[in-house]
């Protein structure tokens, strides 16, 4: 414990920290504290603040998201089953056919023929070919490009759409272009027995574009489209190290989403975080038809970068700061340079204090003693017989009244200085009685001396005191600077007066 001391004592022995102005920049700083605590942790709580925005928001907008990408399944889905019944695709020729296919291609304001229906349009997706395929796979009719771009996964389709008798959607891709495409399989339903047939359509779907640029999301944003086996489906901005159909798994986030943790389980401390940068997510699930003829589960999650969710509260944050050490500066110059002001008021009002000690010397008067020497006084220079404490220097200003009935001490200098008032001072008067064993001349007699006083919290505390021997006077003494009858001081009013 002693050794933990050592240090804090060397330092409060240091004249830099028992100095005034040291203790005024403390004292500014200590006061500055609070205000940098309260600002940082208000920053705290506005970035926490602006997570739970950012989270919600994203949470929002993969709601919008997934319900926009089952908006488009659904209208695929609504198209392709309305095209199967039209009766040029289920007639035993192929008479009218491609017009048909064509108008899905692109879609004019005749109406169709037939059970065709007029409203064909897709919002978020556009035809890129259509073909029309009988039991055997072989072409019945075409639109666009033709069957010849058919690739064995658009065949594999057709034939698990013949074999489960419903849509079925599969072989998602993007192209060389950026652009997400994707193919669907509807079987054809036919009054006769002549044979089945199927619609394999192939569009290019641009609905998470055109939503992620009227969402207006913030820079370095991202929404991903994935199935239930991590699988990717789709993403904004489509440029990127993974590409449709790479796994996410392993993505602790991904993962996350898939398969939620249990209440008892520690939490990812990488849940958070893509590649190493923190982001905020939502996420939210719906269904679509599937390459089996069911509905499979897929997810969208949008993801914030949390630096530009928190950006306006780091920047306020850094405002505000700037503004507090401005103004924390600005209060340690002024404690700096206003120190010299209060150590000059300091130094006066011990001189006034050292003042009014020898004026009770000269009168008498011991009221204003208390208020001048503190508790614990010692007087390292005292008289012989005399008490300790402040009850000796009423026995000496008592003793030296009776020894020199109109006697005063002559006040020549005073000098302050840290915690210290030095006083070069003459004793006159005409010595009628013992002063503490010195026997009376009965002349007038004067003696040259210097005191010290050291002060503590205001009040004298030490003093010692040093005075030649007692000669005769030869001329009048110079008169005494006259003692204030109470100190102007600042400090003084405020904290040393009744």
């Given at each position: 414990?002693?050794?933990?001391?050592?240090p804090?004592?060397?330092?409060?022995?240091?004249?830099?920290?028992?100095?005034?102005?040291?203790?005024?920049v403390?004292l500014?700083?200590?006061?500055?504290?609070?205000?940098?605590a309260?600002?940082?942790?208000?920053?705290?709580?506005q970035?926490e603040?602006?997570?739970?925005?950012?989270?919600?928001e994203?949470?929002?907008?993969?709601?919008?998201?997934?319900?926009?990408?089952?908006?488009?399944?659904t209208?695929i889905?609504?198209?392709?089953?309305?095209?199967?019944?039209a009766?040029?695709?289920?007639g035993?020729?192929n008479?009218?056919?491609?017009?048909?296919?064509q108008?899905?291609?692109r879609?004019?304001?005749?109406?169709?023929?037939?059970?065709?229906?007029?409203?064909?349009?897709?919002d978020?997706?556009?035809?890129?070919?259509v073909?029309?395929?009988?039991?055997?796979?072989e072409?019945?009719?075409?639109?666009?490009?033709?069957?010849?771009?058919?690739?064995e996964?658009?065949?594999?389709?057709a034939?698990s759409?013949?074999e489960?008798?419903?849509?079925?959607?599969g072989?998602?891709?993007?192209?060389?272009?950026?652009s997400?495409?994707?193919?669907?399989?509807?079987?054809?339903?036919?009054?006769?027995?002549?044979g089945r047939?199927?619609?394999?359509?192939?569009?290019?779907?641009?609905a998470?574009?055109r939503?992620?640029?009227?969402?207006?999301?913030?820079?370095?944003?991202?929404?991903?489209?994935?199935n239930?086996?991590?699988?990717?489906?789709?993403?904004?901005?489509?440029?990127?190290?993974?590409?449709?159909?790479?796994?996410?798994?392993?993505?602790?986030?991904?993962?996350?989403?898939?398969?939620p943790p249990?209440?008892?389980?520690?939490?990812?401390?990488?849940?958070?975080?893509?590649d190493?940068?923190?982001?905020?997510?939502?996420s939210?699930?719906f269904?679509?038809?599937?390459?089996?003829?069911?509905?499979?589960?897929s997810?969208?999650m949008?993801?914030?970068p949390?630096?530009?969710?928190?950006?306006?509260?780091?920047?306020?944050?850094?405002?505000?700061l700037?503004?507090?050490?401005?103004?924390?500066?600005?209060?340690l110059v002024?404690?700096?340079?206003?120190?010299?002001?209060?150590i000059?008021?300091?130094?006066e009002?011990?001189?006034?204090?050292?003042?009014?000690?020898?004026?009770?010397?000269?009168t008498?008067?011991?009221?204003?003693?208390?208020?001048?020497?503190?508790?614990g006084?010692?007087?390292?220079?005292?008289?012989?017989?005399q008490?300790?404490?402040?009850?000796?220097?009423r026995?000496?200003i008592?003793a030296?009244?009776?020894?020199?009935?109109?006697?005063?001490?002559?006040?020549?200098e005073?000098?302050?200085?840290?915690d210290?008032?030095?006083?070069?001072?003459?004793?006159?008067?005409?010595?009628?009685?013992?002063y503490?064993d010195?026997?009376?001349?009965?002349?007038?007699?004067?003696?040259?001396?210097?005191?010290?006083?050291?002060?503590?919290?205001?009040?004298?505390?030490?003093?010692?005191?040093?005075?030649g021997?007692?000669?005769?006077?030869?001329?009048a003494?110079?008169l005494p600077?006259?003692?204030?009858?109470?100190s102007t001081?600042?400090v003084?009013?405020?904290?040393?007066?009744?």
């Open positions: 414990m002693t050794d933990l001391r050592r804090f004592r060397w330092l409060g022995s240091r004249s830099l920290v028992r100095s005034l102005r040291f203790r005024l403390l500014v700083l200590l006061a500055s504290l609070p205000s940098f309260l600002l940082f942790l208000t920053a705290s709580q970035r603040d602006a997570i739970a925005a950012g989270q919600d994203s949470r929002r907008l993969a709601r919008l998201v997934a319900a926009d990408q089952s908006s488009v399944a209208q889905e609504t198209v392709l089953s309305t095209t199967a019944l009766d040029e695709l289920t035993a020729t008479d009218g056919c491609q017009a048909v296919l108008r899905l291609l879609p004019t304001t005749a109406p169709l023929e037939g059970n065709a229906s007029p409203d064909i349009g897709l978020d997706a556009t035809f890129a070919q073909v029309v395929l009988d039991d055997q796979l072409g019945f009719c075409a639109g666009g490009a033709g069957v010849g771009l058919m690739d996964e658009d065949r594999a389709l034939t759409a013949l489960r008798g419903r849509l079925v959607t072989n998602l891709r993007t192209t060389s272009t950026g997400m495409v994707i193919t669907y399989a509807m079987p054809v339903i036919r009054d006769d027995d002549a047939r199927v619609i394999v359509a192939t569009l290019e779907v641009y998470l574009t939503f992620a640029l009227e969402a207006n999301l913030p820079r370095d944003s991202f929404i991903l489209i994935f239930d086996d991590g699988e990717l489906e789709q993403r904004y901005p489509a440029a990127g190290s993974v590409v449709v159909g790479d796994s996410l798994a392993g993505t602790p986030v991904v993962d996350n989403t898939l398969r249990e209440a008892d389980e520690e939490p990812d401390p990488t849940a958070d975080e893509i190493g940068e923190e982001y905020v997510f939502g939210d699930d269904l679509t038809p599937g390459p089996e003829g069911g509905l499979t589960l997810y969208a949008v993801g914030f949390e630096a530009v969710v928190v950006q306006r509260a780091d920047e306020k944050f850094n405002e505000n700037g503004k507090l050490g401005i103004a924390a500066i600005i209060a002024a404690a700096w340079v206003g120190s010299d002001l209060f000059g008021r300091d130094a009002t011990r001189k006034g204090q050292i003042r009014d000690f020898y004026h009770a010397f000269s008498g008067a011991l009221d204003d003693l208390d208020e001048i020497i503190g508790p006084y010692v007087d390292r220079s005292p008289g012989p017989g008490a300790s404490g402040i009850d000796g220097l026995q000496n008592a030296f009244r009776i020894a020199f009935p109109k006697g005063q001490i002559i006040i020549r005073l000098i302050a200085e840290h210290k008032v030095v006083a070069r001072v003459t004793l006159s008067g005409t010595h009628v009685a013992d503490f010195v026997p009376p001349s009965g002349k007038p007699v004067v003696a040259d001396g210097v005191e010290t006083f050291r002060f503590l919290h205001g009040m004298v505390v030490e003093s010692w005191s040093m005075f021997e007692l000669r005769q006077r030869e001329a003494p110079d600077v006259p003692a204030p009858a109470a001081g600042l003084s009013r405020l904290f040393r007066r009744k």
